[in-house]
């Protein structure tokens, strides 16, 4: 996880935020009731399915949604009554692709920089560093319908700094990138963040980057904010480590399960396809189980043939909480 960089105040400040819509003369709650705090430099990402409400919170605390109900201080400005000041204060990295298919990928990031009045030496040079830092470099002449949809996205996420935001919201910003390239975004994003004392909030399918990049995850379901802590705090508190360990041929699973440590929480049994036993054991620290439940089976003569640590997780935590899968939907 990264470290923290000096917070004064906050970021973000939502109360009561709700949005509802009209279809088929039905209305459909897509949220219903967030309070989110973010704070100066904090790095927050916000997890949960499809549908959850999660890009209607973004659209709504940068402005581009009105709320129903509720409040909302973003950059210190209130978004239904200042959202002109709101982005001018914020960078913003929609779900959808920014540039304009006929123009050409330089045009876009000059007119960005024009339209927050950056400087025109300064906007030279911030495109340059972008480019090169999101491998675009070469492709200033290229129109964006001739980009693939890595490059576009990569253009998204240029045009989405050129006004070297304080604030950055992030909507799924590394969708369709390699894994190479997502490494290489987020590089450069945490520099700018380290660099300008910059606040993120993100959405993201990726848990592996939620769970390696943000402070806090704010879990959302069905509109409503389910949990909201540190990735780690989460983990302990909502999911187990699994110890998985194989018998040896003919050992017997009662008596392995008769001198289990007390911290296993649950065992579940398997027979694998050449007949071996295994048990899985849920607990709240995986590898400082395994030295005491191995003198245990040591010592009343259960010969094991292999075990295994599977740390407890973000989907782990989701699936506890929701009974669904985050990794699964995502997929």
Same mark, same amino acid.
């Given at each position: 996880?990264?470290?923290?960089?000096?917070?004064?105040?906050?970021?973000?400040?939502?109360?009561?935020?709700?949005?509802?819509?009209?279809?088929?003369?039905?209305?459909?709650?897509?949220?219903?009731?967030?309070?989110?705090?973010?704070?100066?430099?904090?790095?927050?990402?916000?997890?949960?399915?499809?549908?959850?409400?999660?890009? *209607?919170?973004?659209?709504?605390?940068?402005?581009?949604?009105?709320?129903?109900?509720?409040?909302?201080?973003?950059?210190?400005?209130?978004?239904?009554?200042?959202?002109?000041?709101?982005?001018?204060?914020?960078?913003?990295?929609?779900?959808?692709?920014?540039?304009?298919?006929?123009?050409?990928?330089?045009?876009?990031?000059?007119?960005?920089?024009?339209?927050?009045?950056?400087?025109?030496?300064?906007?030279?040079?911030?495109?340059?560093?972008?480019?090169?830092?999101?491998?675009?470099?070469?492709?200033?002449?290229?129109?964006?319908?001739?980009?693939?949809?890595?490059?576009?996205?990569?253009?998204?996420?240029?045009?989405?700094?050129?006004?070297?935001?304080?604030?950055?919201?992030?909507?799924?910003? *590394?969708?369709?990138?390699?894994?190479?390239?997502?490494?290489?975004?987020?590089?450069?994003?945490?520099?700018?963040?380290?660099?300008?004392?910059?606040?993120?909030?993100?959405?993201?399918?990726?848990?592996?980057?939620?769970?390696?990049?943000?402070?806090?995850?704010?879990?959302?379901?069905?509109?409503?904010?389910?949990?909201?802590?540190?990735?780690?705090?989460?983990?302990?508190?909502?999911?187990?480590?699994?110890?998985?360990?194989?018998?040896?041929?003919?050992?017997?699973?009662?008596?392995?399960?008769?001198?289990?440590?007390?911290?296993?929480?649950?065992?579940?049994?398997?027979?694998?396809?050449?007949?071996?036993?295994?048990?899985?054991?849920?607990?709240?620290?995986?590898?400082?189980?395994?030295?005491?439940?191995?003198?245990?089976?040591?010592?009343?003569?259960?010969?094991?043939?292999?075990?295994?640590?599977?740390?407890?997780?973000?989907?782990?935590?989701?699936?506890?909480?929701?009974?669904?899968?985050?990794?699964?939907?995502?997929?």
């Amino acid at each position: 996880m990264t470290e923290s960089v000096h917070r004064t105040g906050n970021a973000i400040r939502a109360r009561g935020l709700t949005k509802t819509f009209r279809r088929r003369k039905e209305t459909v709650e897509a949220v219903k009731g967030i309070d989110l705090d973010v704070a100066q430099g904090e790095l927050v990402a916000i997890l949960g399915p499809n549908g959850a409400g999660k890009s *209607t919170t973004i659209r709504m605390l940068t402005s581009v949604l009105t709320p129903t109900s509720g409040t909302a201080e973003v950059a210190g400005r209130d978004v239904v009554h200042e959202p002109a000041a709101v982005r001018a204060r914020i960078g913003y990295v929609g779900q959808g692709n920014a540039g304009g298919y006929s123009y050409r990928v330089g045009d876009e990031l000059r007119n960005q920089a024009r339209f927050y009045s950056v400087p025109g030496d300064v906007a030279k040079r911030r495109a340059a560093d972008l480019l090169e830092a999101l491998e675009l470099t070469g492709l200033e002449k290229r129109t964006v319908q001739s980009l693939s949809g890595g490059q576009r996205r990569r253009l998204d996420v240029a045009m989405g700094l050129m006004n070297h935001p304080r604030l950055l919201f992030l909507d799924e910003p *590394t969708t369709g990138l390699d894994p190479h390239a997502r490494a290489n975004l987020w590089e450069h994003v945490l520099r700018l963040r380290e660099e300008n004392g910059m606040t993120l909030l993100l959405t993201t399918h990726y848990l592996d980057e939620a769970d390696a990049m943000a402070e806090r995850i704010v879990l959302i379901d069905h509109g409503t904010v389910i949990a909201d802590a540190a990735p780690e705090v989460l983990e302990r508190d909502y999911a187990d480590d699994v110890v998985t360990v194989e018998l040896a041929a003919g050992q017997s699973p009662a008596t392995a399960r008769s001198v289990l440590p007390s911290a296993v929480v649950s065992v579940t049994e398997s027979v694998t396809g050449t007949g071996a036993v295994r048990l899985a054991l849920s607990t709240r620290n995986g590898p400082e189980l395994v030295p005491p439940l191995m003198r245990a089976l040591d010592a009343a003569g259960v010969s094991v043939t292999s075990t295994d640590v599977k740390p407890a997780s973000l989907d782990d935590v989701f699936l506890n909480l929701t009974g669904r899968s985050l990794r699964e939907e995502a997929a």
